[in-house]
């Protein structure tokens, strides 16, 4: 079971409570993709974890700024129409960052590996 690392001030000293991480669960009636998230100090941390031959995860959009980091794994991301329309693609792979700007319909399709990534907001 991963944990939870929670570090603050106490005292005038650092201290650090350990609490669990949250299970992957299920992700929308998306078969192979799994998510799990912590909201925590301001920010938002959302990870997927994806299996090679998950179903293409549709076009959609957020009307707020996403920062997402391919940890593992490779796919391309679609960008998209208000008619939920592909556009264009970009092949990622580990190691990028990816931006989303408010109200950017975009998609994802994941390679024949199992990927992970990390997306990040603002809380609220």
Known sequence: MSKHLIIF???????????EAPDFTSHENM???KARSVDDAGIFMFQFSIE???????IHTSDEAWLAYVASG???LFAG??????????DYQAGDFITFKPNTPHGWLNGD????IVLTKRSG
Do not use: F, M, Q
């Open 9 to 19: 001030e106490h005292e005038g000293a650092s201290t650090i409570e350990t609490v």
């Open 31 to 33: 078969p192979g993709w």
């Open 52 to 58: 090679p031959g998950a179903v293409e995860y549709p």
């Open 74 to 76: 490779y796919g391309t």
């Open 81 to 90: 129409d208000t008619e939920e329309n592909r556009t264009e693609g970009a």
């Open 113 to 116: 590996s199992p990927s992970v």
